[in-house]
């Protein structure tokens, strides 16, 4: 059964940094690409960062040069190392991945940009 636990989100003070980890299991997390979204009250849930199998990034225009999306194929384990935090990122980050044809979501961790 494929699981994705996320953690790492809080209240952060704008120009503040974040670590957010995606603990997976159930699937052989190395042959799959990872992904981060968020989601804003009021507003479409939208892709972050992705990290293919062989570490290509990619990252939404909103995102580049402030966040880095990482992966530890030993620990199941992906990250999202966000800095320069502003307000608007502020949202419920979820990690995703798309095994066996079907679409895995975490429970989301709240990230909060406020002074």
């Known amino acids: 059964q494929v699981q994705l636990v996320e953690s790492g989100g809080g209240l952060v003070q704008p120009g503040g940094s974040l670590r957010l980890s995606c603990a997976a299991s159930?699937?052989?997390?190395?042959?799959?690409?990872m992904d981060w979204y968020r989601q804003a009250p009021g507003k479409q849930r939208e892709l972050v960062a992705v990290i293919s199998s062989g570490d290509s990034t990619n990252y939404a225009d909103s995102v580049k040069g402030r966040f880095t999306i990482s992966r530890d194929n030993a620990k199941n384990t992906v990250y999202l190392q966000m800095s320069s935090l502003k307000p608007e990122d502020t949202a419920v980050y979820y990690c995703?991945?798309?095994?066996?044809?079907?679409?895995?979501w975490g429970q989301g961790t709240q990230v909060t940009v406020s002074s």
């Open positions: 995703n991945a798309f095994v066996r044809f079907r679409q895995y």
């Open positions: 159930g699937f052989t997390f190395s042959m799959y690409a």
